[in-house]
């Protein structure tokens, strides 16, 4: 697996995460899936019908958003299951008594990014107590062994008087589709449940993606320590067939492959004088380390631009249209009157008494016409004197000849005889043309002439 990881590096990784990707399984159903839609955190994640957790106890819905998932190799059988949603705490409850679970390992937050990942199933703080339908839960211990893992001892009481221990491991530092910040907490983790002879419940908001990355680093860790080659797609794929969707970003693909690397260089399996293995995984551990900063600078630029928009909106709630921003100064966009939706707060004095702010100034009504102005009297002025100038001589006979107006265009010339247009007859009234018939140019004749 070493040597195969070194050869193909990141981007092979990649490249096979992206045949993986559209994978499902090699069979599965989901009838009842469909039937509960009320008990599935997310409905384009299924639930296999094929290998899903019974809930035996009969005493309701033997549904629960869950799978077992086992291994030639794996020395626990594990069920991957989503989140408690407040529609399936009792459910979750009922699933761990009904398999006699002893470790439930917890992935994920309660709130991540501003988002509900799950519900507070369990009692948080040491000696608190949870009233759940007919379980009582009291957590008797808290420790914090492990810097990045909370391990809490959870005694379930049931109403019949029979109790239930469950070691509750939470993992605190792994962020959602990402790699967790550290790489060897994982096998902290799995060494301290391997001892368990019943299912071990793994899950995180979904059940799929950093709950499926755990699963198959345990996976690929046995087939490795039982002397077999490792195929990370096949292993994978296996994975899938039983709990669908598992895996489910190419991140995680290629965190499986680093910390199995990294395990064995902790362990001791690689020999000092391997110097050109040691070589090629300090090479692919720059590669990884390069490939995390950028998707974790993507997605940090995600978040502020999410933060953002929330701000932004926010801003909007709390300032409708009309309402001043800026300390009280109103925006060009906006009236320069108060907003009548948010009157200003009252006045304080160093008494601590309150003083009504004023009122504010009436408004002019829209569009009010001004007064019209008076009319100043106009002071009559005598006429002035009209001068008399001498007229033009008479004409000779009495009157002047009518004016010479120049034409607007030169006169056509007119069309010789020999190049006049061909006539046609056309009948005119007699009144015209004394009864008889005149000559008349054909209309293309005109309008070529025309032309």
């Not at 559209?22 to 469909?34: G, K, M, Q, T, V």
């Not at 893992?149 to 221990?165: L, N, Y």
């Not at 009234?429 to 009864?435: H, T, V, Y």
């Amino acid at each position: 697996i070493l040597q195969g990881v070194f050869d193909i590096g990141v981007e092979g990784l990649l490249a096979e995460y992206a045949i993986l990707k559209p994978y499902l399984a090699s069979n599965y159903a989901r009838e009842i899936f469909d039937q509960n839609p009320t008990k599935n955190r997310y409905k384009d994640v299924i639930c296999n019908d094929l290998t899903r957790v019974i809930i035996k106890d009969g005493k309701g819905s033997d549904y629960i958003h869950a799978n077992y998932v086992k291994g030639d190799h794996l020395q626990n059988t594990f069920i991957c299951t989503q989140g408690p949603i407040i529609a399936t705490i009792v459910d979750f409850w009922r699933m761990i008594l009904s398999e006699n679970v002893s470790h439930i390992i917890m992935l994920c937050d309660t709130i991540e990014q501003g988002k509900m990942k799950c519900e507070q199933y369990w009692p948080n703080e040491q000696d608190e107590k949870m009233e759940i339908s007919d379980f009582t839960l009291t957590n008797l211990k808290v420790s914090t062994v492990d810097p990045h893992v909370v391990r809490s001892t959870i005694d379930i009481a049931v109403a019949g008087g029979q109790h239930h221990k469950v070691k509750h491991h939470r993992w605190r530092t792994w962020p959602d589709k990402t790699v967790p910040k550290s790489l060897l907490a994982v096998f902290r983790i799995l060494q301290s449940v391997r001892g368990s002879s019943n299912p071990i419940v793994v899950h995180c908001s979904a059940g799929i993606g950093r709950t499926g990355s755990m699963v198959a680093i345990e996976m690929g860790l046995q087939t490795l320590l039982a002397g077999q080659k490792l195929v990370l797609l096949e292993l994978c794929r296996h994975l899938r067939d039983q709990r669908m969707h598992s895996v489910q970003v190419e991140v995680q693909y290629v965190y499986i492959a680093e910390a199995l690397c990294e395990y064995g260089k902790a362990m001791g399996y690689w020999n000092k004088p391997e110097l050109l293995s040691q070589y090629q995984y300090v090479k692919f551990k720059a590669a990884f380390d390069d490939y995390v900063a950028k998707l974790t600078a993507q997605q940090q630029l995600k978040q502020q631009m999410q933060q953002q928009q929330m701000q932004m909106q926010q801003q909007q709630q709390q300032n409708p249209a009309g309402a001043p921003m800026g300390g009280g100064v109103a925006s060009p966009m906006q009236s320069p009157f108060m907003s009548p939706v948010e009157p200003p707060p009252p006045a304080r004095v160093a008494g601590g008494a309150n003083i009504p702010p004023p009122p504010p100034p009436p408004r002019p009504p829209p569009y009010a016409a001004a007064a019209p102005a008076p009319i100043a009297q106009a002071t009559p002025v005598a006429p002035a004197a009209q001068k008399t100038t001498p007229g033009p001589p008479p004409y000779p006979g009495g009157a002047p000849p009518p004016p010479k107006i120049a034409p607007s265009c030169p006169p056509k010339p007119k069309t010789p005889a020999a190049t006049r247009l061909p006539v046609a007859q056309s009948p005119v009234a007699p009144a015209e043309n004394g009864g008889q018939f005149a000559p008349v140019a054909p209309r293309s004749v005109y309008a070529a002439y025309l032309r």
